[in-house]
């Protein structure tokens, strides 16, 4: 796991702790990897095309029901 800096939806800098490899292997849970899960849009990376998509797992904002 290494830290990467992103931009939250409201315009805000922060940083995650993600997976080794991320942004270069963008399939599936920035944070842990999984490809079979729901995966939500919590960020933007330091490139344009990197978004940060986190499983129910891994992202502490996702909604429970």
């Known amino acids: 796991m290494t830290f990467h800096a992103v931009r939250f939806p409201d315009g805000a800098l922060g940083v995650l702790k993600l997976r ?4 270069r292997a963008r399939e599936g849970c920035a944070a842990c990897g999984e490809t079979s899960a729901d995966l939500r849009r919590v960020a933007q990376g330091a490139t344009a095309d990197a978004e940060v998509m986190l499983c129910r797992d891994c992202d502490p904002l996702a909604p429970t029901n």
């Open 20 to 23: 080794e490899g991320w942004p």
